[in-house]
């Protein structure tokens, strides 16, 4: 295929219909509508608007950068430009028929609220159209202007309006957590408006964006290396004192933040104990697991069942005494799953574990075993835990709880992955034929997989129960293990930090933005299909996947038994 | 000869083999409490089974999708159910434009047609979509990769159908000429018009699929790629273009699932198509996967255990509600089929060298 | 069938078959390998040298015949006690753990010498932490033996390919190997590479007292450091002995070369 050489109108006519597409598509998603009232910059750009715009600025970049390295510099502006227009065009189209048809009723999103967005602010037909027309073309033309640019300068530019744009949708978070302090109070009238940022919070935030992205590309001046070339005792010392740092900022963090962040951090921390199991399981052995939610599950309804002084009261344990029995159901679970599926290949692995989940979820919900757990009117009166009199009552008191969750799990899988059993695991992931000649056996390494996942999950529900109070089974779907998923991708499959980047990330956004729930499957949908295509190792990756993912594929597995692959 | 036995299995295979006759003994006992209690007439039990060979139906021709990718590709199109919704999903809005007009009193048969029309047109853009963003970027990759991304895709897709057109759940308009019991041949028979309908439509399909992957150019070309892809391109065949054409054939085969889906339950929503999805793949596994025949023959097998079921084992077992487990049954009988007989009841159809 | 009491030969194979289906890939082979010889199969492609390896390392149930590793029947174990038993193996077509180091390669080769488990490692017991130093070690050494000294943290993958090669042969000896199988262990390098091979495994005998079984394709490798050569064609041993007879054999000649190969040698020779 040698596409690659040529650039014609075609390609510009290509580009163009694909951002006119996505546009469409962002549009009649729902997205633009949806966060039009998110303003970033104050009175002017709103999160809406940059949605809309921003396929039409990628996709003109895309062909800039394309047509530059083919044909020539003013050329690829053009291009550009002429992407942005048609994009445009695309979007006016949509005006027009959206007024003059009643598209609503097959596009639920077409509404009169949307087609007003879509003017622009123009009063008159015409003039919305051409705004669209010429909004495409000036965003185009951006677009190809910082394709042109030096890859520092356009990284550098793009650090800073990621800033301004995060800054600006944190505003009503910032508010909610900072609000009431003395110290707050000057500093948020600098940087907002009524809605968004003032003109001065984004000049700042842009700087410091820039600033920020030129120190991290200039070598001489990165930190991590800088501490990489100290003497062995003095990186130790900055090591230990960076993070017992950073643990004293952990464990201040509540008081400084406030419940609504605290609560935030909770369930992002839920989902980091379970990122960590299910990182042992796919990260680790190679085993995709989708129905990790099932033993998340367990744990929550063991200690639900176990504790709970209401309608379906058993022995009202206390929380302390329910946890154990929580993560031990659920390793006995996780052993159970494993079992069946130990000779089954990566897909066939996948829908298995699927089934499995949702014949939990199926359990949990219906009238058979509603007079043991519930049904679907769940168990409520789960009591807070506590150590003497200190309840951890609300949510700056669960954070605690997390936290030490957290710890204890990643210590664990830190120390399980550098040992002979990480290394069976990592073994069996990349070759399970010649690691089964290796002396490893299979059977009881996939097994521990499973059950030490399964175990971080019980122990991920169990908090989340007492963290709730009350437990219903919607809780449980698929959606969860499909987040957890997500985020051990984002971040990277197989490496411990990368699951508390991608919690943030995935679990941590979506609270700060409310309207962006609506979105969030669709999100992280496309984020999964898009890692895959472009970054599979994720964002921080285990620092030996990286290779592997972006290089020629090895040779195909040898089934064991058939005469092809004897190799004789 | 004991320890010959203990070779060649271990204590895994012990425990999944006793799993396994738990279950069957549940099944066994369950059915003959409810049979010999007589609690459900024989009409009864023939009402169920024939919509449970509609339903299966239905299965089939999703699973030929399932199938047919599986067997080209090995992989799983995890998002394939989401091709099925796409397809129905598009052809409501067109059913109740049809229905406005009038139309489907007039001429319900160039209705349905239409509809399938449009509903294949949509289901296979969907596919071919797919397949071109999706897949083919990734076909050399790792195992774990296609799968995730298809993943992704799915949810994608899902959730694309709920922002597009909602999450509401929207219901097809009636067919008045195909109310009621079938009337043919002078007499009335035990089936409803629509459950007739929708298995001889399948049956078309199936007919026609089969003949196209057995006696059509295009469709020699396609086992040749399932074969061996290498040689096949050796000899000439466009393997990307087979490959397309086997999504866009599944595609087809699945719009016309969802027409038929939506003459029998009527209700479409954005999610609809994630648990027949899993249903179907069980019966593209249950028959052999990469196999044609088995995905039919699994497709009619687990419409009829699912729908036969719950009456006759589970509420002979005294559980209450049994309806409500009839999903369980399909992924209990999936993760049973994987155990016992993995390459299904007719047998794998793959090729010797794996992707 | 047989005691076991100490036996001249490491392995012994006892008529045995292997088919798949209709297709016989091995055919009522016996060999007997003495201790520390080193002791190459060959054979055109296709002859079933890799099926037999295949067999001896447990990766294949035998369809019929008994394998037998210093006295002791290991015919139908698992590949995984196999190992346990002594007898280790590298791959026609090298397959490294491509996303794991060298260095951690080499010490997967020595879990099933290992003993630590999950407890150990969670709550890293002093005895954990020995072994774990000790397989560090020997793992570090192993890489020296082999040549690869420095490059302990690169990824297998990106070693070049003489070097992975080497690093394969590493990890087979870490599990302390009494037996060690070689599959072509000099494919795709050049001359000088190859004598470097030639040698190293020579050297295998002598400084670690192991027996290799090899099988290779380059008849010099092959006839520089075997002490005995079995021939297969068509999974069926045609000749077995010292290089310098099989050599010369027109059975393994024409195998080879084809019959018209076989009269000409012999006119030569005459």
Not at chain 1, 28 to 52: H, K, P, S
Not at chain 1, 435 to 451: D, N, P, Q, R, Y
């Amino acid at each position: 295929m040698d596409k690659e050489l040529k650039f014609t109108w075609k390609d510009i006519l290509k580009y163009g219909a694909i951002g006119g597409i996505v546009s469409l598509y962002v549009i009649l998603v729902g997205m633009v509508e949806a966060f039009d009232e998110r303003y970033i910059i104050a009175e002017t750009i709103n999160l809406g608007q940059v949605t809309l715009f921003v396929p039409m600025f990628v996709l003109a970049y895309f062909a800039a950068n394309n047509a530059r390295k083919i044909k020539s510099t003013a050329f690829a502006i053009i291009a550009s430009a002429l992407v942005g227009l048609i994009s445009g065009a695309f979007v006016a189209a949509l005006l027009v028929l959206g007024t003059h048809y009643n598209l609503r009723s097959v596009f639920l999103n077409v509404s009169p609220g949307l087609l007003e967005i879509l003017h622009l602010g123009r009063e008159s037909m015409m003039a919305a159209i051409l705004a669209n027309l010429v909004i495409g073309t000036v965003v185009g033309l951006a677009a190809g202007l910082f394709a042109l640019v030096p890859h520092r300068w356009s990284n550098a530019l793009l650090t800073g309006l990621a800033f301004v744009l995060l800054m600006g949708i944190m505003q009503e978070l910032m508010s909610i957590t900072f609000g009431s302090k003395d110290w707050y109070k000057p500093i948020g009238e600098f940087i907002y408006a009524k809605k968004g940022l003032s003109w001065g919070g984004t000049a700042l935030f842009l700087v410091l964006g820039i600033l920020l992205s030129l120190w991290r590309s200039s070598p001489s001046l990165h930190p991590g290396k800088k501490v990489a070339k100290m003497p062995r005792k003095q990186r130790v010392t900055v090591q230990l004192v960076a993070w017992a740092l950073g643990l004293i900022i952990l464990l201040a963090l509540p008081r400084i933040l406030g419940s609504y962040p605290s609560e935030i951090l909770t369930t992002v921390g839920i989902y980091i104990i379970m990122g960590l199991g299910l990182n042992i399981v796919v990260g680790f052995a190679g085993l995709l697991d989708l129905g990790y939610v099932a033993f998340f599950a367990i744990g929550a309804y063991t200690v639900g069942i176990l504790t709970t002084t209401g309608k379906l009261a058993t022995l009202g344990w206390n929380f302390w005494m329910a946890l154990p029995v929580a993560i031990f159901l659920a390793m006995m679970a996780g052993v159970l799953l494993g079992i069946p599926v130990l000779k089954m290949r990566g897909d066939y692995l996948a829908i298995v574990t699927l089934g499995f989940g949702e014949i939990i979820r199926v359990l949990v919900l219906s009238d058979w075993l509603k007079p043991y757990i519930g049904g679907a009117q769940g168990i409520l009166q789960i009591p807070k835990p506590r150590i003497g009199s200190y309840v951890f009552k609300g949510p700056e008191q669960i954070y605690y709880l997390v936290l030490a969750g957290i710890l204890i799990v990643g210590y664990v899988a830190w120390r399980l992955r550098d040992a002979r059993v990480g290394r069976a695991w990592k073994a069996m992931r990349e070759d399970e034929d010649v690691a089964e000649a290796m002396g490893i056996h299979l059977v009881s390494t996939k097994l521990m997989a499973f059950a030490t996942g399964a175990a971080f999950a019980g122990l991920a529900g169990a908090i989340f129960a007492a963290k709730l109070g009350s437990i219903f089974p919607h809780s449980f779907n698929l959606i969860v293990s499909i987040n957890v998923l997500s985020l051990i991708i984002v971040g990277g499959i197989g490496s411990l930090p990368g699951v508390v980047v991608g919690a943030l990330i995935l679990v941590g956004m979506p609270e700060l933005l409310r309207e962006f729930a609506d979105f969030r499957m669709l999100f992280y949908g496309a984020l999964l299909v898009a890692m895959m295509l472009v970054k599979p190792e994720g964002f921080v990756p285990e620092k030996t996947r990286q290779r592997e993912l972006h290089e020629e594929p090895l040779e195909p597995e040898i089934a064991p038994d058939t005469p092809a692959q004897a190799e004789i | 000869m004991l320890r010959k036995f203990m070779r060649n299995h271990d204590t895994t295979d012990i425990v999944m083999w006793l799993i396994g006759f738990g279950l069957l003994a549940a099944v066994v006992y369950g059915s003959y409490v409810t049979l010999s209690s007589g609690k459900y007439a024989p009409s009864v039990w023939l009402d169920f089974f024939i919509f449970g060979l509609a339903q299966g139906s239905v299965y089939a021709l999703i699973a030929l999708g399932y199938t047919l990718v599986y067997g080209i590709l090995f992989m799983i199109n995890f998002a394939h159910g989401e091709v099925f919704t796409g397809g129905v999903f598009t052809a409501y809005f067109v059913a109740i434009a049809l229905e406005k007009a009038g139309f489907i009193e007039k001429n319900w048969v160039l209705s349905l047609l239409i509809l399938m029309a449009v509903a294949m047109t949509v289901s296979v853009i969907v596919a071919v979509l797919l397949e071109r963003i999706a897949y083919r970027p990734l076909r050399g990759a790792p195992r774990l990769v296609p799968l995730i991304t298809a993943i992704g895709a799915s949810f994608f897709l899902q959730y694309t159908y709920r922002g597009i057109y909602g999450s509401g759940v929207k219901t097809y308009p009636d067919f008045p000429a195909l109310d009621g019991k079938l009337h043919a041949f002078g007499r009335e028979w035990p089936i409803l018009t629509t459950q007739a309908l929708v298995i001889v439509v399948a049956a078309i399909m199936m007919v026609f699929l089969y003949w196209y992957v057995q006696k059509t150019k295009a469709g020699k070309a396609m086992r040749a790629v399932a074969e061996d892809k290498e040689a096949a391109a050796l000899m000439g065949i466009d393997v990307d273009r087979v490959i397309v054409n086997t999504f866009a054939l599944g595609g087809a085969m699945a719009g016309v699932a969802g027409i038929l889906y939506a003459l029998l339950f009527k209700q479409v929503n954005a999610f609809m198509g994630f648990i027949p999805g899993i249903k179907a793949f069980t019966a593209a596994v249950l028959g052999g996967i990469g196999n044609v025949p088995g995905a039919m023959l699994g497709g009619l097998f687990l419409g009829i255990f699912e729908s036969l079921g719950p009456s006759l084992f589970l509420d002979g077992l005294g559980i209450p509600s049994p309806y409500q487990l009839k999903d369980a049954i399909a992924f209990t009988m999936l993760v049973l089929v994987l155990i016992f007989r993995p390459t299904g009841i007719l047998g794998e159809r793959l090729s010797e060298k794996k992707a | 069938m047989t005691n076991a009491m100490q036996s001249d030969y490491i392995l012994e194979t006892v008529h045995v078959t292997k088919q798949f289906g209709g297709l016989t890939a091995v055919k009522d082979l016996s060999i007997q390998v003495p201790k520390k010889s080193i002791y190459s199969v060959i054979g055109p492609n296709g002859a079933g040298k890799t099926t037999f390896f295949n067999c001896i390392t447990g990766f294949y149930k035998v369809t019929s015949g008994d394998i037998i590793l210093d006295g002791e029947s290991i015919v139908g174990l698992r590949p995984d006690i196999i190992v346990k038993k002594g007898i280790s193996r590298t791959y026609q077509n090298i397959r490294l753990f491509s996303n794991l180091t060298a260095l951690e390669n080499v010490m997967v080769g020595h879990h099933v010498r290992m003993k630590a488990g999950w407890f150990g490692a969670v709550f890293n017991t002093p005895a954990t932490r020995r072994e774990e130093a000790e397989t560090r070690k020997l793992a570090m050494e192993l890489l020296e033996f082999v040549g690869l000294k420095g490059f302990e943290h690169e990824l297998a993958t990106n070693l070049p390919y003489g070097m992975q090669r080497r690093l394969e042969i590493a990890r087979a000896l870490a599990s302390e190997p009494k037996l060690l199988l070689l599959d072509e262990p000099t494919a795709g390098m050049n001359p000088s590479e190859t004598e470097e091979m030639t040698a190293f495994i020579d050297n295998l005998r002598k400084e670690l007292g192991i027996t290799v079984l090899l099988i290779e394709h380059d008849m010099r490798v092959v006839m520089t450091i075997s002490d005995i050569i079995t021939v297969l064609d068509y999974g069926e041993k045609i000749a077995e002995g010292k290089p310098e007879e099989v050599r010369s054999n027109p059975r393994v000649i024409e195998a080879y070369l084809g019959r018209g190969a076989a009269t000409q040698h012999e006119a030569q020779a005459a």
